[in-house]
């Protein structure tokens, strides 16, 4: 497909379970980001990858989140131990990532409920 | 550090009024502003952005936006609402002088009531 593509779309999960979120950005993207989104809240940021470059991960809210990228492809989001308040859309997007004034592609998310 | 704010939850307007979505930033470097919308039950879609140039930048589905560097706002606007156009609008706001990420406002719950 051409979009970014985010699986599962949902996913619940009990308390305490570690559970992995996956992103597929466009090809060719260098550029990835995860962001989290409360129900009736703002996104919030996690996490940006750039390329080769360190990723910046100043958006993490604790070390039980954890998130890989391969190259320039697949990345996914880890979160261990698992709490309530964790239960958001974790929505991934993609940009090309060489100009800053690209604009980012977002996947439609996945719904994650922990119970 | 950079920041954008939209001080209004939710804004209400009459089809065919015109309709302005507010939002103000804070970068140290030059600013890329970009503005999105969420449709129910639906991603994120780009509907445009500033980076040089003309002040008044225009997007997808008839949106337009301000950029005001005196003020540091970039307030979307539409001449005329539908209700088709109700949904969530997110301001975003990269400082063009590092390679920072985007970081977006907290929204703003747009309703064109008929």
């Known amino acids: 497909g051409a979009g970014v593509s985010q699986s599962p779309s949902n996913k619940v999960t009990e308390k305490g379970k570690d559970v992995e979120l996956r992103c597929d950005p466009i090809s060719g993207h260098t550029a990835l980001y995860w962001y989290r989104q409360r129900l009736g809240q703002g996104l919030e940021f996690l996490i940006y990858?750039?390329?080769?470059?360190?990723?910046?991960k100043s958006g993490l809210p604790s070390d039980r989140f954890s998130a890989e990228r391969t190259g320039e492809s697949v990345s996914t989001l880890t979160i261990q131990r698992t709490q309530q308040e964790d239960s958001a859309v974790y929505l991934c997007?993609?940009?090309?990532?060489?100009?800053?004034?690209?604009?980012?592609?977002f996947g439609n998310g996945t719904r994650l409920t922990v119970t | 550090a950079q920041s954008v704010a939209q001080p209004e939850d939710q804004v209400n307007v009459a089809e065919g009024n015109p309709l302005t979505v507010k939002c103000t930033y804070s970068v140290s470097g030059n600013p890329y502003l970009f503005w999105y919308v969420q449709y129910p039950n639906r991603g994120l879609q780009f509907l445009l952005k500033y980076i040089t140039g003309d002040n008044l930048v225009k997007g997808s589905y008839g949106f337009e936006a301000e950029f005001n560097k005196s003020q540091t706002s970039f307030h979307l606007k539409k001449p005329s609402a539908l209700v088709s156009d109700s949904a969530l609008y997110f301001c975003a706001v990269r400082d063009g002088g590092s390679q920072g990420n985007l970081i977006f406002g907290k929204g703003t719950k747009l309703s064109v009531k008929p």
């Open positions: 997007a993609s940009s090309l990532g060489q100009g800053l004034n690209s604009p980012l592609h």
């Open positions: 990858f750039q390329g080769n470059s360190a990723p910046d």
